[in-house]
């Protein structure tokens, strides 16, 4: 949801009234969202192991800068009602997730990097992962080739 402000507070963050307002640089907006507060369960559990070992697979600088060209040139072209990536990140976990829905072997709570550089895995690099169907194809997509 946009947030309107009378007096043009653009630089207003935090939570108010259960609600949790922040500022968007990429869309260019101010958005607000209710706080919710996830119930624990064995699927907030797993989904939190599968952030925490990818944020260990620590990506190379050069491979998070064509992750973020890729996410501006996506969110450009992004057709009426198809994802748009706010950050690298979001493309980033959008491919790791499609690597393990194409291979069932794969299980991202115990992925290891040297197991993506041991097998070849197509999440290596933004133009394998393009070329291998696991992100959609963008213009230019050849030159993103950096490994991860």
């Known amino acids: 949801m946009k947030v309107y402000f009378k007096n043009m507070l653009q630089a207003y963050h935090g939570a108010c009234d259960g609600l ?4 968007n640089p990429r869309l260019n907006r101010l958005l607000v969202r209710p706080h919710v507060k ?3 369960n064995e699927n907030n559990r797993r989904f939190a192991a599968i952030a ?3 944020k260990r697979i620590a990506p190379s600088q050069a491979f ?3 992750m973020t060209v890729y996410t501006d040139i996506h969110s450009r072209r992004a057709k009426e009602g198809g994802p748009i990536y706010s950050t ?3 493309a980033f976990l ?3 997730y499609a690597l393990q829905a194409s291979d069932p ?3 991202l709570e115990f ?3 040297i197991h993506i550089e041991n097998n070849d895995l197509p999440c290596r690099s933004v133009k394998r992962a393009v070329e291998a169907g696991l992100l959609e194809p963008v213009p230019g997509y050849e030159l993103l080739d950096k490994l991860m």
């Open 111 to 113: 992925l290891e990097r």
């Open 20 to 23: 949790i307002y922040y500022y």
């Open 38 to 40: 996830p119930r624990l």
């Open 64 to 66: 998070i800068t064509d």
């Open 88 to 90: 690298w990140y979001s």
């Open 94 to 96: 959008k491919l790791m």
């Open 105 to 107: 072997g794969i299980d």
């Open 52 to 54: 925490r070992n990818l």
